[in-house]
């Protein structure tokens, strides 16, 4: 019965560390789903890894629209949306590796760029978001794309150390159980 217990607690120990390790990626970075944000940029400096979440945080005068491919996002087409959120703080997980396309369902927004095409891959190599370097902006970086790096850098962070927290209270439980 023990070794049971044991079992079951480093299986839970496991899936929560998993999910502590997923990135939140906010959407457009600290300017958020806005027609301001260039979105083009904001996405070709992350990298969405399988279990990473998309936040996108907007107002009440805009919408995500998740396309159901390419050439309805090229030509900006909503007729046929595979979701549509309007919550203003929407969470979208990315659950299995490839492309999803994003835009704001208010007429005209699409057009003006307000969309973004997200890749997702398989892997667990760490990702620009999460390595040190990556925070620092260089001459050529535009202060958009600096914030978000930061962004997404912070919630790495907390969630790997997090994980590390879960982690160990999942080591010390199963020992403690496991002695008696």
Known sequence: ??????VFLVMVAILMAKEA?????VVGGSQGWDPSTDLNTWSSGQTFKVGDKLVFK???LHSVVELSSESAYKKCDISSPV???SSGNDV???????????TCGTLGHCSQGMKVKITTVKGNAPSPASSPSSSSSSPLSSPSTSSSSST???????SQCFASFVFIVAFLATTMISLF
């Open 1 to 6: 019965m023990g070794r049971m217990n044991t």
């Open 21 to 25: 390790l997923a990135a939140q990626h």
């Open 58 to 60: 907007y107002s009440s």
């Open 83 to 85: 979701k549509s959120l």
């Open 92 to 102: 979208v997980k990315l659950d299995k590796a490839g492309t999803r396309y994003f």
């Open 152 to 158: 997404s850098t912070d919630a790495s962070s907390a």
